[in-house]
């Protein structure tokens, strides 16, 4: 039976909780809630995100039922209502205020940043905010990819006009400079970007070379949290540009050795920083694009259910995009994985070649084998986020 009284109460979310839009976990479709004043989040199924949106402090606990049984095709009962607002209550998620009309829990967007507040990433995301739109940043980025197409194309004569920089102690000074400066910049951009879009920075450090963003991936749109991933790259890539321009436009044995031999190497780190692995941007900005959570474990725990798939065993299902999606990520994973073994037992075994003639493979192959079999056996970290579990099954069809 349920009780009047507990569907009477009008319970309401703090208003400083944020939502992420609808996330994928491997076959899973979840949200991710944030408590924005001490930074602990938590993930929830859909049904529980519907219940916990509604919960404004307006609508009363009958009100939301009747949503959810209009919805879902199931009224939920006592036993359902007391469990969540108890977990509600444990995790503090709850607003002890009364509810002022109109107001509400939050809705999935961070508080845009005010750049008068935000130091220099504010300042100069107020100023490059033209810069900064998704159709100009798409240009940026095609241009970029020109330009990388381009430098390829010129490879032996770059090469050619370098080799001298790299034995030169004054050039290669001045070429370690020039690649820190760069990354540098490449943090620098991850972090105006963010701060354009409202998320919160909390460090950029230039000696680790690593930038620090919270909140991303509840901002609203997806292009938001591509263009934060991709800005370190399209920021090499635009000093690229302006490396080639230079390169043109000033004389000097000196500056087109040093000029030539950067481009060669700023070529590399902006490849490498695009390629689709962990923790690399080209894997964030992918699972962005496919709004998918921890996409490495989870297409390595779909690959470890295709043995049972062949035998025909019970077997986790997985709906098909999430199935071709996981798969053909776990496919270029192994791929990668098997082309970088290739190479280090290439390399290693030339180099042991001399004293060790044909066996000079086995140790490079079998430290390599070792190396892969730790790291496949090593413990699972734990999510950084908490779960609020779903409803019931046995829910109340009253």
Known sequence: MTHPGLLAKRPRLREDLIFSRPLQRGPDTVYLLKDRRNGRSFEIPPKEQFLLRRLDGVRSLREVGAEYADTYGRRLGDAHWTRLLWLLHERDLLSVHRADPGTGPGNGEPTATDPGHSGALGWWAHRLRWLLRPAVFALLAVLVAALLVTIGLQLDPLWQTARPAFTDPISLVALALLVWSSAALHE??????????????????????????????????????????????????????????????????????????????????????????????????????????????????????????????????????????????????????????????????????????????IPPAAIVGLTFAGWLARPRRPRSVDRIPAPPTNENNQ
């Not at 999430?322 to 053909?328: E, M, P, T």
């Not at 970088?340 to 493979?361: C, F, M």
Request: one cysteine or more.
């Open 188 to 361: 620098f951009a991850h972090g105006l970007v963010a701060v354009h879009f409202g998320a919160t920075v909390n460090r950029i450090n230039l000696v680790t070379l690593t930038c620090k963003v919270e909140d991303y991936l509840y901002l609203p749109r997806r292009s938001q949290q591509v263009m934060i991933a991709a800005a370190g790259a399209v920021a090499n890539g635009l000093v690229l540009l302006l490396t080639g321009a230079a390169l043109i436009v000033l004389p000097g044995a000196f500056t087109e050795r040093l000029l030539s031999a950067y481009l060669l190497v700023g070529v590399a780190q902006t490849l490498v920083n695009v390629i689709a692995l962990p923790p690399l941007d080209g894997y964030k900005i992918l699972s962005h694009l496919l709004d998918q959570l921890d996409l490495a474990p989870e297409s390595r725990r779909y690959l470890a259910t295709l043995p049972r798939r062949l035998l025909r065993r019970p077997a986790r299902r997985y709906p098909r995009p999430a199935a071709v999606c996981l798969g053909l990520f776990a496919a270029w994973w192994l791929l990668a994985i098997a082309a970088a073994a290739t190479v280090v037992i290439v390399l290693v075994g030339a180099l042991l070649r001399p004293s060790l003639g044909a066996l000079a493979y």
